[in-house]
């Protein structure tokens, strides 16, 4: 089992950054790729990054590269995922996830969820 629990979304406005972390615990951690996820209103929820446990290999969707990174707190046991010069369509919940692969993480059927936490742009 694996448990993630997100923190960090709040109100920010265009053009801000944000920072959110993802608390991760299990017994088995260094078997999974770490990733995050974001679903808007009415839509679909959207792969975002993914990290290594090691760190050393992160993948980003084609959207978010130059703005987005991700990033592993080796003593804290989190990934972070940075937002830079936010835009109002990057509103949405913002999911923390892990995978024993990446190919199912992409495919957005990663084994275990967080909660979610809401990210909100305003103009």
């Known amino acids: 089992q694996v448990q993630l629990v997100e923190s960090g979304g709040g109100l920010v406005q265009v053009g801000g950054s944000l920072r959110l972390s993802c608390a991760a615990s299990?017994?088995?951690?260094?078997?999974?790729?770490m990733g995050w996820f974001h679903q808007a209103p009415g839509k679909e929820r959207e792969f975002v990054a993914a990290?290594?446990?090691?760190?050393?290999?992160?993948w980003y969707a084609d959207s978010v590269k130059g703005r987005f990174t991700i990033s592993r707190d080796y003593a804290k046991n989190t990934v972070l995922l940075q937002i830079d010069s936010l835009k109002p369509e990057d509103s949405a919940v913002y999911y923390c996830?892990?995978?024993?692969?990446?190919?199912?993480?992409?495919?957005?059927?990663?084994?275990?969820w967080g909660q979610g936490t809401q990210v909100t742009v305003s103009s």
């Open positions: 990290i290594s446990w090691s760190g050393g290999i992160t």
């Open positions: 996830a892990a995978s024993r692969s990446i190919t199912t993480m992409r495919n957005v059927r990663p084994d275990y």
């Open positions: 299990g017994r088995t951690l260094s078997s999974y790729v």
